[in-house]
Structures are given as C-alpha cells and as structure tokens.
T-cell receptor
Framework: ETGVTQTPRHLVMGMTNKKSLKCEQH?????MYWYKQSAKKPLELMFV???????ENNSVPSRFSPECPNSSHLFLHLHTLQPEDSALYLC??????????????FGPGTRLTVL | QKEVEQNSGPLSVPEGAIASLNCTYS??????FFWYRQYSGKSPELIMS????GDKEDGRFTAQLNKASQYVSLLIRDSQPSDSATYLC????????????FGTGTLLAVQP
C-alpha cells in the first residue's frame, strides 16, 4: 500500500462514452502525475500537476482531460476514446516536481479497455 | 530525445544466485536514478533510489551508479522466486525537462 489509491480498478467503455478516473494520495505530496502504460512500451508521462497547477501536458490528445481540484485529488476525464487508448493508466505522486529527489509513488492503476 | 535503455530479457537466474540488471541513459545531465519492481498486472513499486556515484545497499538489493559511463545497475543477492518481476529503471532529468524517464524494463525470472 503506497498511499495512492485509484478508482475504478477496471473500466470497459465504448468509444462514445464519457468516464472519469480518480486518484487520491494520502502522503501529503505536492505533485501528482498521470502515466499511460501500454504493452512493450515505456511508461508515458501524460500530465503533471504541482500544487494543483498543471505544469506539463505531454502532447496528449484532447480526448483526455485532467482535473486537479486540490493537491490530494487528481482526475482524468475520458471522452470519445479510441481502441488504441486501451492501456493501464497509472497515477503517481511525489513530494515536489522540480527536485532531483523525485521519488514517485504509484497507485494500483486503472486497466482501461475501449471497445 | 532523452532515453533510458534496458535489455528486455528475460533474464533467468537460479534461486540463490545474484541477479544483475543493467540500465544505460543518454544524457549526462540526468541527476538521479530509480529502480522500480513491477509484478505482472500490478503497478510499479519503488525499491531503490541512487543520487551519487558508487554503491547503495538496502537489504538484498544494491544499486550501482557510474555517471562517467552513464549506467546504473541493480544487483539482487540470494534471488528468490518472489523476485520474479519486471524491473524498471528511471532517470530524472531536471532543468527544462524536469521529468522521470523510464526504460521498457527487464523481465527477471528466478528458477526454483
């Protein structure tokens, strides 16, 4: 148990659906991240938030929309996804972004399948 | 393009042996390095971090960093079947990049 929780753990959605992924961290960290993990590919950083302000948008399509209402919660809103978006979506947190001591702790992930 | 390279494996070692996992990175600017363990179907778990040249030991794990040669390694002593997992190497790039770059991981299989 890393102190980072994610819901739901599994999600199946059609291409016309709208859904949201939720992440919550109980570590008192100031930075939160969304990653995508596909088979045989490195973890891909999607978004970075530092103190609720988005500091990184890694060329992610607009069908993915992040929201960070406070430093403990992070959402990823999904709409009109494509089958190639099926992957494991991981949330992580760290004490801060701009530091070499950037130990990131991951949640359990949401396994997303787009039909 | 900043990269972190790992051999995908599988690396197969007998139980009780030393497993040696290696990682190279492309940019001398990288400041800190991390090893994550990921079991099949699970999320990455941080097991070691190393910030300066040399060795860092934690239980059965030893991380080694050589910034001049741009490589990081992880040694697992007395390997156990429960160590069978994918090991991800990550390098933190500060400055304008300010992000953690991951390798694709090395699959370790410890044979009983």
């Amino acid at each position: 148990e890393t102190g980072v929780t994610q819901t739901p753990r599994h999600l199946v959605m059609g291409m016309t659906n709208k859904k949201s992924l939720k992440c919550e961290q109980h570590l008192g960290h100031n930075a939160m991240y969304w990653y995508k993990q596909s088979a045989k590919k490195p973890l891909e950083l999607m978004f970075v938030y530092s103190l609720e302000e988005r500091v990184e948008n890694n060329s992610v399509p607009s069908r993915f929309s992040p929201e960070c209402p406070n430093s403990s919660h992070l959402f990823l809103h999904l709409h009109t996804l494509q089958p190639e978006d099926s992957a494991l979506y991981l949330c992580a947190s760290s004490p801060r972004t701009a530091s070499s001591y950037n130990e990131q702790f991951f949640g359990p992930g949401t396994r997303l399948t787009v039909l | 393009q900043k990269e972190v390279e790992q051999n995908s494996g599988p690396l197969s070692v007998p139980e009780g042996a030393i497993a040696s996992l290696n990682c190279t990175y492309s940019d001398r600017v990288s400041q800190s390095f991390f090893w994550y363990r990921q079991y099949s179907g699970k999320s990455p778990e941080l097991i070691m971090s190393i910030y300066s040249n040399g060795d860092k030991e934690d239980g059965r794990f030893t991380a080694q960093l050589n910034k001049a040669s741009q490589y990081v390694s992880l040694l697992i002593r007395d390997s156990q079947p429960s160590d069978s997992a994918t090991y991800l190497c990550a390098a933190f790039y500060g400055g304008a990049t300010n992000k953690l770059i991951f390798g694709t991981g090395t699959l370790l299989a410890v044979q009983p």
